[in-house]
């Protein structure tokens, strides 16, 4: 299934695979680069969380995981992942695996599980999938990141009044939740809706409501 020009992956993303068998590495980097995608190969997690360390946080990926390797397994090297905060789209590959263990690597966010041999357009479309997520995830984060730096302009008077504003609560409302005049209501209002650059009350909530983080 070669790429034309048109669909080419993008090469700026990059195709993690971790596993300890090297005729395998080497078979999933042919097809893959054959299929114009970047691949770098990892004979063990350890060294594929080292290499983790010297690599550009922005750059779009996913890894493709043994289950089986001396040393940290692929599942644990997916909970590894989890608990650092690295949210990279995983998918295992295996020669021993079963239904608990599919089981067990979905329920912890695995894109899929999949078992040797596996056909190429299958393996093709896993990868497909697994960096459409991974635009989405990194997209969703940025956007996160945004909304905390506006978010950060505000003073603590001004966060307590958008709270309230997120809460529904009406001007005459919030002047009488923190004790001040209606017009002081009014003008933190104001400096909320320019510090956050929103035009309306509908973008403001949408903004606020967007952060997962406490206001």
Same mark, same amino acid.
């Given at each position: 299934m %070669?790429l034309n $020009?048109?669909?080419?992956p993008n090469?700026?993303?990059?195709?993690?695979?971790?596993?300890d068998?090297?005729?395998v590495r080497?078979?999933?980097?042919?097809?893959?680069?054959? %299929?114009?995608?970047?691949?770098?190969?990892?004979?063990s997690?350890? *060294? @594929?969380?080292q290499?983790?360390?010297?690599?550009?946080?922005s750059?779009?990926?996913?890894?493709?995981?043994?289950?089986?390797?001396?040393?940290?397994s692929?599942?644990?090297?997916?909970?590894?992942?989890i608990?650092e905060?690295l949210?990279?789209?995983? $998918? @295992?590959?295996? =020669?021993? =695996?079963?239904?608990?263990?599919? /089981?067990?690597?979905?329920?912890? =966010?695995?894109?899929?599980?999949?078992e040797?041999?596996f056909?190429?357009?299958?393996?093709?479309? &896993? /990868?497909?999938?697994?960096?459409?997520?991974?635009?989405v995830?990194?997209?969703? $984060?940025?956007? *996160?990141?945004?909304?905390?730096?506006?978010?950060?302009?505000?003073? =603590? *008077?001004?966060?307590q009044?958008?709270?309230? +504003?997120?809460?529904? *609560?009406?001007?005459?409302?919030?002047?009488?939740?923190l004790? +001040?005049s209606?017009?002081? /209501?009014?003008?933190?209002?104001?400096? +909320?809706?320019?510090?956050l650059n929103?035009?309306?009350? $509908?973008? &403001?909530?949408?903004?606020?409501?967007?952060?997962p983080?406490?206001?």
């Open positions: %070669n $020009a048109s669909t080419k090469q700026a993303e990059v195709v993690y695979v971790v596993d068998d090297e005729a080497d078979s999933l980097t042919w097809l893959l680069e054959s %299929n114009g995608y970047v691949v770098r190969c990892h004979a997690a350890e *060294r @594929f969380l290499s983790l360390q010297s690599t550009d946080k750059t779009i990926s996913c890894a493709i995981l043994d289950v089986r390797m001396p040393g940290m692929g599942l644990e090297l997916q909970e590894r992942l608990s905060n949210p990279m789209p995983v $998918a @295992f590959i295996t =020669g021993h =695996g079963d239904v608990s263990m599919a /089981v067990s690597t979905m329920k912890r =966010g695995a894109v899929d599980f999949i040797k041999p056909k190429e357009n299958d393996l093709c479309g &896993l /990868v497909d999938r697994m960096l459409a997520k991974a635009r995830d990194y997209s969703q $984060a940025s956007q *996160r990141k945004i909304t905390q730096s506006l978010l950060s302009k505000l003073t =603590g *008077r001004e966060r009044v958008l709270e309230r +504003i997120v809460a529904g *609560r009406l001007n005459k409302q919030i002047a009488d939740d004790g +001040i209606i017009k002081t /209501v009014e003008a933190h209002r104001a400096n +909320i809706m320019e510090k929103v035009n309306t009350v $509908a973008d &403001l909530l949408r903004l606020a409501l967007s952060d983080q406490p206001n």
